[in-house]
């Protein structure tokens, strides 16, 4: 098989899940990731321009609404003044300010917008990562150095759309973004917190907490 059409989260073989006139999509036969081939990764400087488009201010109440979904039930777990990363928090990091009003510390970490490399050397409470997931090129690596990152008992927290079935995917805007390029469903989390020997939560639509062991 094509290397390319190896699983980026956990490198297994795959097969043509859907096909539209953009670009094919795979699923992965072990972990049920879809995910587009490295060939249609869109270049750094075009993916950027793509994320410039975007109009997430830190103060529109919206879009803080809809971050609210992750941000209540993670500081219902987190301890006080607990110290975290937001993890692509892109040019305007509303996650980060309302976890800090809420008296948390918060990291920035964005491979375009806040390059911070010695904020992926330290290690947290609690990771988030809102609408981040899906642009991963490298999952596997990205969401393992994540974990790693967490400290006994902390917490990652992520918000992206969740895939459900082939007819639905093939109606999915979602899948229409060129900046996204992996695509997870319940299955796929479930099966990644297993390796680790953890069940994942979702509290809300699209969200997913997951609870590193303290053993």
Not at 71 to 78: C, D, R, T
Not at 145 to 174: C, E, I, Q
Not at 193 to 198: I, K, L, N, S, T
């Amino acid at each position: 098989m094509n290397r390319d059409l190896h699983c980026p989260l956990c490198s297994a073989g795959s097969a043509l899940f859907d096909e539209d006139r953009r670009r094919p999509y795979y699923r992965c036969e072990r972990c049920l990731l879809v995910f587009v081939p490295p060939a249609y990764y869109l270049p750094p400087d075009a993916e950027k321009a793509e994320y410039d488009r975007h109009e997430n201010r830190v103060d529109d109440a919206g879009y803080r609404a809809f971050l609210g979904r992750l941000a209540e039930p993670m500081m219902a777990q987190l301890e006080p003044a607990s110290r975290g990363l937001d993890f692509g928090c892109g040019p305007g990091p509303a996650l980060a300010a309302m976890l800090r009003a809420a008296g948390h510390q918060v990291a920035l970490y964005d491979p375009f917008y806040c390059p911070d490399s010695a904020a992926l050397t330290a290690h947290y409470d609690f990771i988030t990562a809102t609408e981040a997931a899906e642009h991963l090129h490298a999952p596997g690596i990205e969401l393992s150095r994540l974990w790693n990152l967490l400290l006994p008992g902390g917490r990652l927290g992520l918000m992206t759309k969740l895939v459900t079935d082939r007819s639905a995917f093939s109606r999915w805007h979602y899948k229409n973004d060129p900046t996204h390029v992996c695509f997870f469903s319940r299955a796929t989390w479930q099966w990644w917190g297993a390796e680790r020997g953890v069940v994942p939560e979702f509290p809300a639509a699209d969200v997913i907490i997951f609870r590193k062991p303290t053993g």
